[in-house]
């Protein structure tokens, strides 16, 4: 049987692998003379030829600064960008264009949110939730705030499986929160928080959320009005789109009382030197020249995602997973780190008597693409008292076959160190 048949036995019949793989041209590359099997996809993933091909048609027919002029290229090119932030309203399910801000990813999302509603409305003794599951980027910036205002960190812990433990989160409230910052899904294990039941837990003592959804984005249909998340941030290049740009959605009430976060161009209405009076949202949190580029083209890729549709891709990865998840619990001397009940198409594992680099660099010499490290989730790693793990990250691309080749490959692996 050809891989080829192979994928087309285990693939579900609605969703056609080899014809999506046609559409990245990446996909064809070799690495060290092995076909390139790409399994970074959770770091960022790759681009259709749909969104390289709207970048060129951007660059070569539509390029001009946005919302400052009223000649023809400045208004195809406010158009586009426009209609960029209603696909970005649509894939999220947001009620109105006007609550979609266009950010240059998840970490600029939530530093947006940490200075425009934390630094006006966490003060001293205040405490901001967070889970140990969080990436730095939903840490770091808490952090700094903390410490500015002498507010605190509380932070609701995981079990050995790496799922919250949903009793001692609803402890965490009292009457001097302000605010949770949770993962919708670990970006170091895979974990699927219950987002829509933690937000009403909080929502049920008066605090607002701010959901990341760096991995969650490429991975499920999200809803943030079905969510109730108060913000929601991600980046596109996790969902086929460029590096340098995301999106972060915000209730318009909320928006509204917040201060903006970078002072500059198209965020004012006017300018004295005695006051400026802000735009209105989203434009009052987009200062200066925007990732035009970028956004349009994130664009043209939740197009292409959700022409794929979410239930379709989060179908097959987790078939990808389960196939993974056994054939590792197959293989002695392989454990899986973060068995959730729960988990998106991420697969954190420790080789026995190899560092995580070894095998990332020995993967690597058969083709395949793994990260290694501790993922920008250090308190993870200190959770399950280790440095670091591999990860194997899917996304609607990969096939069956790539499962077996990574576990060929970690099986020479321990061959080489046997
Ligand atoms: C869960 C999570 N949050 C935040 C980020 C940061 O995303 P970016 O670097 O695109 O801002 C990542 C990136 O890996 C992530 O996985």
Redesign the pocket.
């Known amino acids: 049987m050809t891989a080829i048949d192979k994928a087309a036995l285990h693939g579900s019949a609605a969703f056609d692998v080899e014809r999506v793989r046609r559409d990245f041209p990446i996909l064809d590359l070799e690495v060290n003379g092995k076909p390139l099997v790409f399994l970074d996809n ?2 960022s993933s790759q681009m259709p030829r749909a969104v390289i091909d709207r970048i060129v048609q951007y660059q070569t027919r539509e390029h001009a600064n946005i919302h400052r002029a009223v000649h023809y290229l400045s208004e195809k090119a406010t158009a586009e960008y426009e209609a960029a932030r209603r696909k970005a309203q649509a894939f999220l399910n947001a009620r109105e264009e006007r609550e979609i801000i266009f950010t ?5 999302g ?1 530093n947006l949110v940490a200075h425009g509603f934390g630094r006006k409305f966490i003060g001293e003794g205040d405490e901001i939730i967070l889970t140990t599951l ?2 730095h ?2 840490i770091v910036p808490w952090q700094m705030l903390a410490e500015e205002k002498g507010a605190k960190l509380r932070v609701a812990p995981i079990d050995d499986r790496g799922e919250l433990l949903l009793d001692d989160y609803r402890k965490l409230f009292n009457r001097r929160t302000k605010l949770v910052a949770m ?1 919708h ?3 170091a294990l895979g974990t699927i928080n219950p987002a829509k039941d933690m937000i009403a837990t909080a929502h049920a003592h008066g605090v607002p959320v701010l959901v ?1 959804g ?2 969650a984005a490429p991975h499920m249909a999200v809803n943030v009005q079905d969510l109730d998340a108060d913000f929601y941030a991600f ?1 596109g ?2 969902v086929c789109g460029p ?1 340098g740009i ?1 999106i972060l959605y915000g209730k318009a009430a909320l928006l509204e009382k917040m201060q903006p976060f970078k002072g500059g161009g198209d965020m004012i209405l006017s300018v004295t030197f005695e006051k400026t009076t802000y735009n209105t949202i989203p434009h009052k949190f987009e200062a200066g020249t925007p990732p035009i580029m970028g956004a349009i083209a994130l664009g043209a890729a939740l197009d292409y995602v959700s022409a794929l549709g979410l239930d379709a891709i989060s179908a097959h990865e987790t078939d990808l997973l389960a196939h993974a998840t056994e054939l590792v619990n197959a293989t002695p001397g392989v454990r899986i780190i973060g068995n959730a009940e729960r988990k998106a198409a991420v697969l954190s594992f420790a080789v026995d008597g190899v560092h995580p680099h070894d095998v990332g660099t020995l993967l690597n010499e058969e083709g395949v693409a793994i990260r290694t490290g501790h ?2 989730a250090q308190p993870v790693m200190q959770r399950f008292k280790i440095p670091a793990t591999c990860r194997a990250s899917f996304a609607f691309y990969n096939r069956h076959d790539e499962v077996d080749a990574l576990i060929a490959a970690i099986r020479k692996v321990q061959k080489v160190f046997g």
């Open positions: 959770a770091a240059s990813g998840t970490t600029d939530i969080e990436h980027s939903n993962t899904v670990s970006n990341d760096a991995q980046s290049h996790k590096t995301g993922h920008c």
